[in-house]
């Protein structure tokens, strides 16, 4: 009858063994299999034009006008020309511009990289609030838009 109580201990020692390695090799099997940060590769960079008020089309500002107290990021079609957005809210100042860095396709996509710079020490913004965005114009591409 001692035989019995040994077996049950292998058993359940072999069972504990086999789950400590399953879960192990599951771990890292799933670890292997994380995305990886997708390398981009620029095919070209897209001309663009930065568009002043009076340019954009009717519709668009529309919209521009009523998300414009909030960070937005929206693109716009016409028929053959594609605007891209980048509105940064609501500042407390004025003396804000906007810096295009860069606007490039890849196979997937095309990036749209903007940055909001401050008012330049020494100057003397408005005190009263700012809505600072950039519009620019570009020929229409089929990729998805990254806004960076």
Known sequence: ??????????????????????????????????????????????????LNDRDIPEKLAETIDQKKEAEFKISFETDGDLYLVHGYGEQETGGYSIVVHDLYLTENALYFDTELLGPENGSNPQKKPSYPYIVVKTKKYKQNIVFE
């Open 1 to 50: 009858m001692n035989i019995t109580p040994r077996v049950k201990t292998r058993h359940s020692a072999c069972f504990v063994l086999l789950a400590v390695v399953t879960a192990a090799l599951a771990l890292a099997l799933l670890s292997g299999c994380a995305p990886m940060k997708q390398e981009r590769k620029k095919i070209k960079d897209v001309d663009f034009t930065i």
